[in-house]
């Protein structure tokens, strides 16, 4: 077995890698091979299948099957002496990992982390499953039986193994075609919202019932399609389920940040990991969620994910980290629980009685059992009401609970840097620093984006994660088209050309790398280490490459006026229509975008001074209105033809008006009258 010492400690060829996932394996028994040709060549030097596992740092079940058996003697002898096992991290990874996972949902309709393949030394999967535990328990077979068996199969039956293989590879590539039709319409945006309000738990918000995922991109639709119908229905299912994750488990309540999901209906007991994209998904829902209703509590939380950020998941060079690992002490979720007496032990007996009643801490607890014991007694805290953030001794029992629990040993973090979903997170921070006018956001946002621009390109173009130096891995479509996104939400905030220039030349490396000509792009360049280049659509818990490249595409039409960029579009939403159509809410990130195509959307000119009073009363009325279809450009004097003019010709003929800031507001259809008035300005951009 290819392992050496490192003075007590052996280790794998794991040891050479960056991934934090990676790293956690590299002293395991088991003979690991990171995805590449080294294994792949090994797996057909010696007839062997390749037993692929995939998972990633902050997932509890990987941690808990790398516990079981990939630290286990036995289960490594047989997985060394059978196969060729390769570890692979999603994150780093996510063409492989959403290869193999749709190839699971082939040959198991299932699939989840860690998940489980066995290919053939051609890479094709004929085994699939998620977690396994060593030996058979909960209804499970155990890796003990299992790879024997499979591995006599591959020696006695291979030929019915590699059937199995290529007619899996077969409906991978029927189900990678883009599902072609029409265009999508107003028609697509009603259906989308009477599957929504279909699904709707009207107790609780969300949708279905457990476990339950936040889907922000489904409560930005709810809204707009609020905005464009006048439907409170709408409008009251976002608020709802903002409403109910802020005040569940799903939320830290003492240090902020939103947890991956919940596992029961009533957002109380989440799988404990936080992940950036969630945050920055959440903080715009949020944002949205406060500008159409003008609840403070909203502004608030998105406040408080946005500095948890900030706070927590930032490097020293500016960029986000991945993700918050769910266990702490060998247990999920041991960071955050309370017993009543833990809590008593830190506030006096007023606080103890509102910590009762804000956050529900009670003797019996809320929790009952977890993977390693019986868990009763403890509590994971929950708010009573969004109100209750307004009691006296609200701040007071949080910050006492907050920095006892700083004591304890926190979960790690998984501190790589993604190219994508730092692209998320600056697009989140832009438009905080846009609505509350907050320059802290603005400077984090610039910074990460300095970030990706300098530290994670070469000669090869964008790469896709940064740890300790940029990797190899190159950059996917969504690597491309998240920043695309976050630049132009950047531009809109500061004004800033260099943000512009740098999103227009993403979106031509975006056409140019992964654009397919019968429509629709590619996750991935062509390469040599894939079974299939899919095209993906569906917007899961994060949104798809192909849903926010739309979006950017429309976009920079919108500041542009370049026609190619609309031509783009269409073909995009064509090529994906028949898909889109049949389930329009799983695909709610794409239906924002086609939200946005069907208009009506502003293109909205402040011709002014950056920093006058009579400019930031323009922008102050739009920071707190919900207008979610609009570009906002500002023209400073003698800038129309040097600076923005160069780019845009919505500034031509725009100017101050007597040393005023004037504003002009133009609509896909007609340009409406400027004005020197905040209050007139806002007028001109109601709904309808």
Same mark, same amino acid.
């Given at each position: 077995?290819?392992?050496?010492?490192?003075?007590?400690?052996?280790?794998?060829?794991?040891i050479?890698?960056?991934?934090?996932?990676?790293?956690?394996?590299?002293?395991?028994p088991?003979?690991?091979?990171?995805?590449?040709?080294?294994?792949?060549?090994?797996?057909?030097?010696?007839?062997?299948?390749?037993?692929?596992?995939?998972?990633?740092?902050?997932?509890?079940?990987c941690?808990?099957?790398?516990e079981e058996?990939?630290?286990?003697?036995?289960?490594a002898?047989?997985?060394n002496?059978?196969?060729?096992?390769?570890?692979?991290?999603? +994150?780093?990874?996510?063409?492989?990992?959403?290869?193999? !996972?749709? %190839?699971?949902?082939l040959?198991? =309709? @299932?699939? /989840?982390?860690?998940?489980?393949?066995?290919?053939?030394?051609?890479?094709?999967?004929?085994?699939?499953?998620?977690?396994i535990?060593?030996e058979?328990?909960?209804?499970?077979?155990?890796?003990m039986?299992l790879?024997p068996?499979?591995?006599?199969?591959?020696?006695?039956?291979?030929?019915?193994?590699?059937?199995?293989?290529?007619?899996?590879?077969?409906?991978l590539?029927?189900?990678?075609?883009?599902a072609?039709g029409g265009?999508?319409?107003? +028609?697509?945006?009603?259906?989308?919202?009477?599957?929504? !309000?279909? %699904?709707?738990?009207e107790?609780? =918000? @969300?949708? /279905?019932?457990?476990?339950?995922?936040?889907?922000?991109?489904?409560?930005?639709?709810?809204?707009?399609?609020?905005?464009?119908t006048g439907?409170?229905?709408?409008?009251?299912?976002?608020?709802?389920?903002l409403?109910?994750?802020?005040?569940?488990?799903?939320?830290?309540q003492?240090?902020?940040?939103?947890?991956?999901?919940?596992?029961?209906q009533?957002?109380?007991?989440?799988?404990?990991?936080?992940?950036?994209?969630?945050?920055?998904?959440?903080?715009?829902?949020?944002?949205?969620?406060?500008?159409?209703?003008?609840?403070?509590?909203?502004?608030?939380?998105?406040?408080?994910?946005?500095?948890?950020?900030?706070?927590?998941?930032?490097?020293?060079e500016g960029?986000?980290?991945?993700?918050?690992?769910?266990?702490s002490e060998?247990?999920?979720?041991?960071?955050?629980?309370?017993?009543?007496?833990?809590?008593?032990a830190v506030?006096?007996e007023?606080?103890?009685?509102?910590a009762?009643?804000?956050?529900?801490?009670?003797?019996?607890?809320?929790?009952?059992?977890?993977?390693?014991?019986?868990?009763?007694?403890?509590?994971?805290l929950?708010?009573s009401?969004?109100?209750?953030?307004?009691d006296p001794?609200?701040?007071?029992?949080?910050?006492?609970?907050?920095?006892?629990r700083?004591?304890?040993?926190?979960?790690?973090m998984?501190?790589?840097?993604?190219?994508?979903w730092?692209?998320l997170?600056?697009?989140?921070?832009a438009?905080?620093?846009?609505?509350?006018m907050?320059?802290?956001?603005?400077?984090?946002?610039a910074?990460?984006?300095?970030?990706?621009?300098v530290?994670?390109?070469?000669e090869?173009?964008?790469?896709?994660?940064?740890?300790?130096?940029?990797?190899t891995?190159?950059?996917?479509?969504?690597?491309?088209?998240?920043?695309?996104?976050?630049?132009l939400?950047?531009?809109q905030?500061?004004?800033?050309?260099?943000?512009?220039?740098?999103?227009?030349a993403?979106?031509?490396?975006?056409?140019?790398?992964?654009?397919d000509?019968?429509?629709?792009?590619?996750?991935?360049?062509?390469g040599?280490?894939?079974?299939h280049?899919?095209k993906?659509v569906?917007?899961?818990?994060?949104?798809?490459?192909?849903?926010?490249?739309?979006?950017?595409?429309?976009?920079l039409?919108?500041i542009?006026?370049?026609?190619?960029?609309?031509?783009?579009a269409?073909?995009?939403?064509?090529?994906?229509?028949?898909?889109v159509?049949?389930?329009?809410?799983?695909?709610?990130?794409?239906?924002?975008?086609?939200?946005?195509?069907?208009?009506?959307s502003y293109s909205?000119?402040?011709?002014?001074?950056?920093g006058?009073?009579d400019?930031?009363?323009?922008?102050?009325?739009?920071?707190s209105?919900y207008?979610?279809?609009?570009?906002v450009?500002l023209?400073?004097p003698?800038?129309a033809?040097?600076?923005?003019g160069?780019?845009?010709?919505?500034?031509?003929?725009?100017?101050?008006?007597?040393?005023?800031?004037m504003?002009?507001?133009?609509?896909?259809?007609?340009?409406?009258?400027e004005t020197?008035?905040?209050?007139?300005?806002?007028?001109?951009?109601?709904?309808?």
């Amino acid at each position: 077995m290819a392992t050496r010492s490192i003075g007590e400690e052996r280790s794998n060829r794991l040891i050479n890698e960056k991934s934090p996932y990676l790293l956690q394996h590299a002293h395991n028994p088991v003979d690991w091979y990171p995805w590449g040709e080294e294994a792949f060549r090994r797996a057909k030097e010696l007839d062997r299948p390749i037993f692929l596992s995939i998972g990633y740092s902050s997932c509890h079940w990987c941690h808990v099957m790398e516990e079981e058996s990939f630290q286990d003697e036995k289960v490594a002898a047989l997985l060394n002496a059978h196969f060729v096992p390769v570890k692979v991290d999603r +994150e780093e990874r996510p063409d492989v990992d959403a290869t193999y !996972m749709t %190839a699971a949902q082939l040959l198991s =309709g @299932g699939g /989840g982390w860690p998940l489980t393949m066995v290919l053939t030394p051609d890479l094709k999967p004929f085994f699939a499953a998620t977690y396994i535990p060593k030996e058979a328990k909960w209804g499970r077979s155990g890796l003990m039986t299992l790879l024997p068996t499979i591995s006599d199969f591959w020696k006695g039956r291979r030929q019915e193994l590699e059937e199995t293989s290529q007619k899996v590879v077969e409906a991978l590539k029927e189900q990678g075609e883009a599902a072609a039709g029409g265009g999508l319409g107003e +028609e697509a945006l009603m259906a989308a919202f009477q599957n929504m !309000m279909g %699904a709707f738990d009207e107790t609780y =918000g @969300g949708f /279905g019932l457990a476990p339950k995922f936040p889907t922000p991109h489904r409560l930005t639709l709810l809204l707009r399609y609020w905005n464009r119908t006048g439907d409170q229905k709408a409008l009251w299912m976002a608020d709802r389920t903002l409403e109910a994750m802020r005040k569940g488990g799903i939320y830290d309540q003492l240090g902020k940040g939103f947890h991956r999901y919940s596992t029961d209906q009533q957002w109380l007991v989440p799988h404990f990991e936080k992940m950036l994209y969630d945050q920055a998904l959440l903080a715009i829902a949020y944002i949205e969620g406060w500008q159409a209703t003008g609840k403070e509590h909203h502004s608030r939380t998105a406040r408080e994910v946005l500095d948890h950020v900030l706070d927590r998941m930032t490097s020293s060079e500016g960029g986000f980290f991945s993700s918050e690992d769910a266990d702490s002490e060998g247990e999920e979720g041991r960071f955050y629980l309370w017993t009543e007496g833990e809590a008593a032990a830190v506030l006096d007996e007023r606080e103890m009685e509102a910590a009762r009643r804000l956050f529900g801490l009670n003797a019996e607890g809320n929790m009952r059992e977890g993977v390693k014991g019986d868990l009763s007694g403890r509590s994971v805290l929950r708010l009573s009401s969004p109100e209750a953030m307004d009691d006296p001794l609200f701040d007071a029992v949080r910050q006492k609970l907050l920095a006892a629990r700083e004591k304890r040993p926190r979960p790690a973090m998984d501190d790589k840097i993604m190219a994508d979903w730092n692209g998320l997170m600056i697009a989140a921070l832009a438009r905080g620093a846009a609505a509350f006018m907050d320059e802290r956001y603005l400077r984090a946002a610039a910074r990460a984006a300095d970030h990706v621009l300098v530290r994670m390109r070469s000669e090869d173009g964008l790469g896709h994660v940064y740890r300790d130096g940029l990797s190899t891995v190159p950059g996917f479509l969504d690597d491309h088209a998240f920043m695309a996104w976050g630049l132009l939400e950047l531009f809109q905030a500061d004004q800033d050309l260099r943000w512009l220039n740098e999103a227009i030349a993403l979106v031509k490396e975006m056409n140019a790398g992964f654009w397919d000509d019968d429509g629709g792009y590619y996750q991935v360049r062509e390469g040599k280490d894939m079974i299939h280049r899919g095209k993906e659509v569906y917007d899961g818990a994060v949104p798809s490459g192909n849903s926010i490249a739309l979006l950017d595409l429309l976009t920079l039409y919108r500041i542009t006026e370049e026609p190619d960029l609309m031509t783009k579009a269409d073909a995009l939403i064509a090529a994906f229509s028949g898909a889109v159509f049949r389930s329009p809410e799983n695909h709610s990130q794409f239906m924002n975008a086609v939200d946005l195509r069907l208009g009506p959307s502003y293109s909205i000119v402040i011709a002014g001074r950056k920093g006058a009073e009579d400019t930031i009363l323009f922008l102050r009325e739009l920071a707190s209105r919900y207008v979610p279809n609009k570009v906002v450009l500002l023209l400073e004097p003698g800038k129309a033809v040097e600076g923005i003019g160069r780019l845009s010709p919505l500034v031509q003929g725009q100017a101050m008006r007597d040393g005023r800031a004037m504003a002009h507001v133009c609509t896909e259809r007609a340009c409406l009258p400027e004005t020197a008035d905040p209050g007139a300005f806002a007028e001109l951009l109601r709904p309808g």
